[in-house]
Nanobody, 126 residues
């Protein structure tokens, strides 16, 4: 059974940095596309960043140049390094694992078999 568990969220001021982690079990990064999504209250879920089995990364325009997605195969852990955080980055952040390719940005896509975590809250104050 595939499971993903996020950690690392917190409360910080604008301009700060934070690194989220997602520990995965029941899968190999060599076979799964991994992604980070976020959802703020009253807003639709947004695909933030994805990384394919071959290491190809994709970012939403809203975070490109500020966020970096990476993975550690030995630790089976996915990361999201977030720099220059803004109040509009405030949201619940979710990790997802999918055998199909994850698409982020406008028209994001995760297949029905994608495994979602419970989320970790990030709050950025102005």
């Amino acid at each position: 059974q595939v499971q993903v568990v996020e950690s690392g969220g917190g409360f910080l001021q604008a301009g700060g940095s934070l690194r989220l982690s997602c520990t995965a079990s029941g899968l190999s990064f060599a076979d799964y596309s991994m992604g980070w999504f976020r959802q703020a209250p009253g807003k639709e879920r947004e695909g933030v960043a994805s990384i394919d089995p071959d290491g190809t990364t994709t970012y939403a325009a809203s975070v490109k140049g500020r966020f970096t997605i990476s993975k550690d195969h030995d630790k089976n852990t996915l990361y999201l390094q977030m720099n220059s955080l803004k109040p509009e980055d405030t949201a619940m952040y979710y990790c997802v694992a999918d055998r199909d390719t994850i698409r982020v940005g406008d028209g994001w896509h995760v297949s029905d078999s994608g495994a979602w975590g419970q989320g970790t809250q990030v709050t950025v104050s102005s």
